[in-house]
């Protein structure tokens, strides 16, 4: 079992900067990647971020030069910097642990509100 916390959302105005943060915590040694995730009312979830254990990152198309994913020193730990942030960006935001075996855990997410 892996538990992941998130923390840093808030309300920001157009331009502004959030910086999220998850913790995992349990059988951390299972994860192959961790992610970032967001849902935006009547939209389905999508990918926003995603780190592999070697580092390797990857975004989506409407994130890239604004968003950077990082990980902690300690590997369980991964960050979302959010830079120039729209108000498109508006939803809940969702951590998720990739497990090698496969399937996944997810966290309960937190609310990002970007104001125009």
């Known amino acids: 079992q892996v538990q992941l916390v998130e923390s840093g959302g808030g309300l920001v105005q157009a331009g502004g900067s959030l910086r999220l943060s998850c913790l995992a915590s349990g059988s951390i040694f299972n994860i192959n990647a961790m992610g970032w995730y967001r849902q935006a009312p009547g939209k389905h979830r999508e990918l926003v971020a995603r780190i592999t254990s070697g580092g390797t990152t990857n975004y989506a198309d409407s994130v890239k030069g604004r968003f950077t994913i990082s990980r902690g020193n300690a590997k369980n730990t991964v960050y979302l910097q959010m830079n120039s942030l729209k108000p498109e960006d508006t939803a809940i935001y969702y951590c998720?642990?990739?497990?090698?075996?496969?399937?996944?855990?997810w966290g309960k997410g937190t609310q990002v509100t970007v104001s125009s």
């Open positions: 998720n642990a990739e497990i090698i075996s496969g399937g996944g855990y």
